[in-house]
């Protein structure tokens, strides 16, 4: 039992201190780390593909990369940044959410 309860505490605050990850400048190391479902092969993947045909506009466009499909970029969503004054910006947001409680 106590085993069990040390697991999820260490799998809760790794979740807890994870943050969303900038697709268009991020290697492929982070991106693997940052994102479930996503391993090292298709951040890497990921990276060659922005390298040929630039900065993702939108999420929706890692279906253009190669063992990426729709329900993987639904699951990872939330944790895509697109540009670093989204983070800039989810920062801020996260603040203020933490002020109002």
């Not at 990850?21 to 982070?30: L, P, R, S």
Request: glycine fraction near 6%; aromatic fraction near 4%.
């Amino acid at each position: 039992m106590k085993r069990l309860i040390v697991l999820c505490a260490a799998f809760f605050s790794f979740n807890a201190i994870a943050s969303p990850v900038n697709i268009n400048t991020a290697d492929a190391k982070t991106i693997g780390e940052a994102l479930s479902g996503i391993g090292l092969k298709k951040a890497e993947a990921i990276v060659k593909y922005r390298e040929a045909k630039g900065a993702f506009k939108t999420a929706d466009d890692l279906v253009n990369v190669d063992g990426i499909g729709a329900k993987t970029v639904e699951k990872i969503r939330n944790d895509i940044l697109l540009s670093d004054a989204a983070a800039a910006e989810q920062k801020t947001d996260k603040k203020v959410d933490e002020k109002a409680k």
